[in-house]
């Protein structure tokens, strides 16, 4: 069967319900925290000698997802890995090409773990400092706001709780300068990682049976990095370069065929295909029995899959807006503009045809 990014997304998306989760907690924490005392005189002294105890309640639970997610990734890898190598033999079985045994890829699996592992350390040092910051910065406004007579203790720490919250813990900074929340850039470095474990196993299987050329799919919604390779027939390996050339016939020994490449499949994926979120996928091409196939309509743009991501990160804001809220007319609120956005959705997908994703409007549950 083909393979694809899009084979391992659950895999991804399990890693990254393991940091939002997290993430629920950690500003339950700081809410918490707040929240004691919050009438007495001495509210403001009280709570910043109690940054240490909340420091070590972060402490622990970021312990605890360190372990949790360090095997989540591994075990995520290996899994990308395997589905990958089984859909190269159910293909080249589909195919009547011999599969031969090769030994598993446990170096490969191991060095692509190890490599995401390395990527989002960092994060545990941003989770710590931006929820201890948040909850100084928190006990400055509260503790002012009522001596400027603009709002109570309370609805300013609310308020800068509410900040908190909208735009979550960030867990990277890009070279254009754009902040991404933890769970976004969590789930974009695994999706990265375990898209290319499988198409990596899946290359290493169709390699090791002779099979040298593959050709991507089409898909739905295609983004304008990917466009340029749909339907193309490209080299599994080797030089890049679009140029003609004189292969093998798939099922006539000694005939020869001519196969126009678009380039490689090393070329390709540098240039954008197969990115996070891709929905292409690459399969075996012999020359001379595979066909190039027919385009076929999308349900809807590129643009309207974006607006879809962008309603479904509302929907997890205000669902973290409900977690800070310190009563119950701020949670009311937060309620209702969740199931605002959720309307929106609804209507998006009846307009357009695309698929609802009911998990990734989901904050995921803490262990």
């Not at 360190?66 to 293909?91: L, P």
């Not at 201890?132 to 609310?158: C, E, F, K, M, N």
């Not at 089409?218 to 080797?238: D, M, T, V």
Request: glycine letters at 8%; proline letters at 5%; hydrophobic letters at 45%.
């Amino acid at each position: 069967m083909p393979v694809s990014p899009a084979m391992a997304e659950d895999l991804a998306a399990a890693v990254a319900d393991l940091y939002e989760a997290a993430e629920g907690v950690l500003i339950e924490r700081v809410r918490q925290a707040l929240a004691e005392g919050i009438n007495s005189p001495l509210w403001a002294q009280l709570r910043l000698a109690a940054v240490g105890q909340l420091q070590t309640a972060i402490e622990s639970v970021l312990a605890a997802l360190q372990a949790d997610a360090t095997g989540a990734i591994h075990q995520a890898v290996a899994e990308a890995w395997n589905r990958g190598s089984q859909a190269g033999v159910a293909e080249l079985g589909a195919l009547a090409v011999t599969v031969p045994s090769i030994p598993p890829g446990t170096q490969a699996v191991d060095r692509l773990a190890q490599a995401l592992v390395a990527d989002t350390g960092p994060v545990y040092t941003r989770i710590l400092r931006q929820s201890l910051d948040t909850y100084r910065t928190v006990i400055a406004q509260a503790a002012s706001a009522p001596l400027l007579g603009a709002q109570t203790r309370r609805q300013a720490a609310q308020s800068a709780l509410d900040q908190f919250a909208n735009r979550g813990i960030t867990g990277f900074i890009d070279r254009s300068g754009r902040a991404w929340d933890m769970r976004s850039y969590v789930e974009m470095a695994t999706r990265s990682v375990v898209g290319r474990a499988a198409v990596e196993a899946h290359s290493e299987r169709l390699g090791a049976a002779g099979v040298d050329l593959v050709i991507v799919s089409q898909a739905p919604e295609e983004c304008p990095l990917c466009r340029p390779w749909e339907r193309k027939i490209l080299a599994r390996a080797g030089a890049p370069g679009a140029r003609t050339v004189r292969v093998q016939h798939g099922a006539v020994d000694g005939r020869m065929v001519a196969v126009r490449l678009a380039g490689s499949l090393p070329e390709a994926r540098a240039a954008g295909l197969m990115h996070p979120n891709c929905r292409h996928s690459v399969s075996a091409y012999l020359p001379g029995v595979s066909r190039v196939p027919q385009q076929q309509p999308s349900r809807g743009t590129y643009e309207d899959t974006q607006k879809q991501r962008y309603l479904e990160r509302q929907v997890r804001k205000w669902k973290r807006r409900d977690a800070a809220a310190m009563d119950d007319g701020s949670r009311t609120a937060a309620n209702a503009r969740v199931r605002a956005y959720q309307a929106r959705i609804r209507e998006l997908v009846t307009d357009t045809g695309l698929s609802r994703k009911s998990h990734r409007e989901q904050l995921g549950t803490a262990r």
